[in-house]
């Protein structure tokens, strides 16, 4: 039985890193990452075109957030991971976690809002279409935690301990559109949290840092559930293959293990990320104000002290 469409996945000999990386592309997501890397790079080649800057930091960081979803879906593992939970669970992890954070870090609706031209009075094109759609009701409700907080916990629970996972599961358009949500739960999650890119949705730095431990400990409880649990809980993943040699419950347990690491690192990765960005924007405004006072001979610093000045002679 063919679960994937690319490869012989009841064939498969036992688990290692060097067949998990073999090349099995997975046609939706191969055209999906190329395509994204191509507007990202025409975007960056006219900025630079016209003369503008764009930090190569950022280039980086999209470029390995797609080439991370390629890695996961272009490969063996995507055969492996229908036949066996732990690197299912692996893809799962990348491609809502890491994937996003990445793919964040690279700001490319700040690229496009720069790189797209503006249409002529009266009409609408790609960049007012875009502005018109981060400015809407709709993309305020995505992205506020009274939503994206509890569709990132449902994307554990809802899933995997429902009938829905092993429905998915069954069919490769399901396979598609399962590992899509992963990577869209991501980023809507993590978008307000750290993302670059301007969003309706913008807190303060002290209530980002809110918003991601709001919804890290669960997937440490999902983990921590997987591990513990006696017999296998998923369906699709009851009986592995015998050609692969491992045991259901050693692999759910290792699932679970996969799980709740994931838990840890990236809240790490992204706490170390808003830190920075905090003392960015704080130096940033410390900048502007010097500006400013520069430019009014600092006014409001004379004005603190003709206040102060006027209490003395008051007291006087």
């Known amino acids: 039985m063919d679960h994937s469409g690319h490869g012989?996945?009841?064939?498969?000999?036992?688990f290692t890193l060097g067949r998990g990386l073999a090349w099995s592309a997975d046609p939706f997501f191969l055209v999906a990452c190329l395509l994204a890397l191509a507007l990202y790079g025409w975007g960056v080649v006219r900025l630079v075109r016209r003369g503008d800057k764009w930090p190569v930091g950022r280039t980086v960081a999209f470029v390995l957030g797609v080439l991370s979803v390629g890695l996961m879906m272009c490969t063996k593992l995507n055969d492996y991971g229908m036949v066996m939970f732990s690197v299912h669970m692996?893809?799962?992890?990348?491609?809502?976690?890491?994937?996003?954070i990445l793919v964040l870090l690279g700001a490319p609706i700040t690229l496009a809002l720069r790189a797209l031209p503006t249409a002529g009075r009266?009409?609408?094109?790609?960049?007012?279409l875009l502005l018109m759609l981060l400015h809407s009701r709709?993309?305020?409700?995505?992205t506020h935690p009274v939503f994206t907080i509890p569709l990132f916990i449902a994307s554990l629970y809802g899933l995997y301990f429902t009938p829905l996972f092993d429905f998915l599961m069954g069919s490769k358009v399901g396979h598609i559109a399962m590992m899509v949500?992963?990577?869209?739960?991501?980023l809507v999650f993590f978008w307000p949290i750290m993302g670059v890119d301007p969003g309706p949705h913008r807190p303060g730095y002290l209530m980002r840092m809110l918003e991601l431990f709001a919804g890290m400990p669960f997937h440490a409880f999902f983990g921590i559930a997987l591990m513990m649990a006696s017999t296998p809980m998923i369906s699709t993943f009851e009986n592995p293959p015998v050609s692969l040699g491992i045991d259901a419950l050693s692999d759910q347990n290792a699932a679970g293990g996969i799980a709740w690491?994931?838990?840890?690192?990236?809240?790490v990765l992204v706490l170390i990320a808003l830190l920075f960005q905090w003392y960015?924007?704080?130096?940033?405004?410390?900048?502007?104000?010097d500006r400013a006072a520069d430019r009014d001979g600092d006014k409001e610093l004379e004005?603190?002290?003709?206040?102060?000045?006027?209490?003395?002679a008051r007291g006087n």
Not at 9 to 14: E, F, H, R, S
Not at 181 to 186: E, I, N, P, Q, Y
């Open 8 to 14: 012989t996945t009841m064939d498969l000999p036992p």
């Open 90 to 100: 692996v893809q799962h992890m990348m491609i809502s976690m890491v994937s996003p």
């Open 122 to 128: 009266g009409r609408k094109g790609p960049r007012e």
């Open 138 to 142: 709709y993309m305020k409700i995505v």
């Open 181 to 186: 949500h992963f990577l869209a739960v991501g």
């Open 261 to 267: 690491a994931f838990s840890e690192v990236p809240s």
């Open 280 to 289: 960015a924007s704080d130096q940033r405004q410390a900048r502007r104000k």
């Open 303 to 312: 004005a603190y002290n003709a206040y102060l000045a006027s209490l003395h």
